[in-house]
């Protein structure tokens, strides 16, 4: 490996740590990011199924997000195999790659690197969304928990700290489930590296900067709305 590839290695490692800072709202204080926008609208959605008895279609909004987590985990572990499948072809697939233009030879050991890197992602990656999912089951056990709309009128103070404990479980789950993603969407820029370093580093760039606009400045988040400065 040469000076170039440790650059752009750290480069990829400040754009995915500092995209979650951004998106997070560590960064920038003068535009909210989609993700934190919905975490407003998770916690107005709990505070709405408090005020009906009859809340089958919010069992199935948790089913979904459950669904999709399992997918996304399961998506991981199917990776992990191919990389791993790939580490026992890498004669093969060296050869593929050398036939490439851009294609920097680095030999052996730095392509069985480079692979390693990307089942360490794709095992990051497993874990927060397996995880993710775990918690979004016990946000349904806590959902399951809440008062019903009588109970409420009668004692709100009960019923808030109650939707609370099942806002923080859902709000954190999103959390996990976002960061899984997001190594994800890492991932791709990665698979510069295989090329060469200067590669790995405009798709790193490329991939940090879509995010950047989908979190921000997309019509996605325009449509989420702009919630009051006393939202979080």
């Known amino acids: 490996m040469t000076l170039l590839d440790y650059i752009a290695l750290a480069f990829f490692g400040f754009s995915w740590f500092g995209f979650g800072l951004m998106s997070g709202g560590h960064v920038f204080r003068s535009r909210t990011s989609l993700s934190r926008v919905m975490q407003h609208h998770r916690r107005i959605w709990i505070h709405n199924a408090m005020k009906r008895d009859l809340r089958m279609i919010d069992t199935q909004i948790m ?12 998506t991981s572990i199917i990776a992990i195999g191919g990389c791993f499948a790939m580490l026992g072809s890498t004669e093969k697939v060296d050869a593929v790659l050398r036939d490439l233009p851009l294609f920097g030879a680095a030999g052996r050991t730095a392509f069985e690197m480079k692979v390693c890197g990307l089942i360490a992602i794709f095992g990051y990656a497993f874990f927060k969304f397996g995880w993710s999912y775990r918690l979004f089951n016990y946000c349904t056990i806590l959902f399951g928990g809440l008062p019903m709309a009588q109970e409420v009128h009668n004692d709100p103070q009960a ?3 109650a939707a609370e404990r099942v806002i923080d479980m859902n709000i954190l789950a999103g959390k996990h489930f976002n960061a899984g993603l997001r190594a994800i969407f890492m991932s791709i820029g990665y698979l510069g590296w295989f090329l060469n370093a200067t590669m790995f580093m405009l798709m790193t760039g490329f991939i940090f900067f879509v995010l950047l606009r989908r979190q921000f ?5 325009d449509a989420a709305g702009n919630p009051g400065p006393g939202a979080f």
């Open 217 to 221: 400045f997309s019509r996605a988040r």
């Open 63 to 74: 089913a979904g997000l459950q669904n999709g987590t399992a997918f996304f985990a399961s």
């Open 159 to 161: 019923a808030e700290t």
